[in-house]
């Protein structure tokens, strides 16, 4: 346990932070710095094949160790951290034997991460919890993940008698501005099949994700002298709450959860002469998905109709964007895949949560990339803030789960 501490210690307190205003990848050069580490670990530990491409993709090799047959399987996490909090000087604090109170986390500032607050800090009683000193986030989001996927590869390595086939590791920066599995080159990674360790509490296993599309409508209108304005004055601003109060209105983020979708109106500004209304569509059905995205046009079109006279010619236009699609339309087909990370987890004495992410991950893109990717526990609570925390334990299971998990594919 010592061990996977000190390992996951020095990769958080790497300053990893991405950029999504940089054009560049990785985007942000101190992606490198815990890049460069990565790849001299993997290499002394004694993985075949390290690369490290021009965007700091990495990719190693455990060659199999069996005779017979077995799919080359992956394991993938990304190293860099949401730009939504500052990642510069984590200095993580450990909680040995949790005791279930509240966790000062920074008495100055009296930041407690309480479980008044955070409930699931109960289930971790009597375990070992690391902590940020409320100043920064801690980075479990991934890097509990790639200390996982190292500390298994090393426990492989040292353990011969366990049988495995071709494992391949992917570390990946960029992951936090959606950007992870864009230059990722699944060709060369050359797995059947992947698990992203990008999860939170332990027992995560999602392999549905939203179906999700952007939508810009934009509104014109025509400026006249408020006083002298009937019957020539067209307000965009007016036309815009027209569009949006035609939308259903409990299919919103707030009112929604589980499988239900929603359309997500996240920015509105304009003038009497011209309103932009942009917002989000998500949905897991893809058939419900595709009916939202019709919907969209049809107000438009509505709008239009309504106005063509007057205005003479379409008052409103609407772009509908496709942003990522739901995986379980690649995972169906080779569901073992789930069933496999399922088995290996009960045989472990860990309770499978598998549950639809209201969400994208980098796996559902390395999915239609031809990579089908489920995503598995890594451990941590509260990403992205000064409250994130993970629990040693759950680490030390999530390593066990990838070592099982190559166990269980290489199994006749
Ligand atoms: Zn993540």
Redesign the pocket.
């Known amino acids: 346990m010592q061990d996977i501490i000190n390992r996951f210690i020095s990769y958080v307190t790497i300053d990893t932070e991405s950029d999504p205003n940089s054009n560049t990848t990785p985007s942000t050069e101190k992606q490198w710095d815990l890049a460069n580490k990565l790849v001299e670990e993997l290499k002394a530990m004694g993985m075949q094949d390290v690369t490290i491409d021009e965007n700091a993709y990495i990719m190693a090799t455990l060659p199999s160790n069996v005779a017979h047959d077995v799919p080359t399987i992956g394991f993938v996490?990304?190293f860099d951290t949401?730009p939504d909090f500052t990642g510069a000087n984590v200095k993580p604090q450990i909680v040995e034997n949790y005791d279930g109170r509240d966790i000062v986390l920074n008495a100055e500032q009296n930041i407690i991460l309480s479980p008044d607050y955070f409930e699931d800090l109960l289930q971790y009683k009597g375990q070992t919890l690391i902590t940020t000193d409320g100043t920064t986030l801690l980075g479990a989001?991934?890097k509990a993940?790639i200390t996982e996927i190292m500390t298994a590869m090393d426990y492989l390595i040292k353990h011969p008698e366990i049988k495995h086939g071709k494992i391949r590791v992917g570390f990946t920066p960029d992951?936090?501005i959606g950007r992870?599995a864009h230059k990722f080159d699944v060709e060369k990674f050359g797995a059947e099949w992947a698990y992203?360790m990008?999860g939170s509490q332990i027992g995560e296993l999602e392999y549905e994700n939203f179906n999700a599309a952007g939508a810009k409508i934009t509104f014109q209108g025509k400026s006249v002298h408020p006083g002298y304005a009937k019957g020539k004055m067209i307000n965009s601003m007016l036309l815009a709450n027209q569009f949006i109060s035609e939308l259903p209105i409990n299919e919103v983020p707030e009112r929604t959860t589980g499988y239900e979708g929603f359309f997500h109106l996240h920015d509105i500004h304009g003038s009497i002469e011209e309103t932009v209304v942009e917002l989000i569509i998500r949905d897991h059905n893809k058939d419900h998905f595709e009916a939202r995205k019709a919907l969209i046009q049809t107000i438009a079109d509505k709008i239009n109709t309504a106005y063509e006279k007057q205005f003479g010619g379409p008052i409103c236009e609407a772009i509908v964007k496709d942003q990522y699609f739901n995986m379980r339309e690649k995972v169906e087909p080779v569901f073992h895949i789930v069933e496999i990370a399922e088995k290996a987890m009960k045989e472990l004495n860990i309770t499978p949560i598998i549950k639809p992410i209201r969400g994208g991950?980098?796996g559902a893109q390395l999915s239609f990339k031809g990579l089908p990717c489920p995503n598995i526990f890594?451990g941590g609570h509260n990403?992205h803030g000064k409250y994130e925390y993970v629990p040693v334990e759950s680490m030390v299971k999530a390593t066990e789960v990838i070592v099982k998990i190559a166990e269980l594919t290489a199994q006749k």
């Open positions: 996490a990304h949401t989001d991934d993940g992951e936090e992870g992203t990008d991950t980098d890594a990403f």
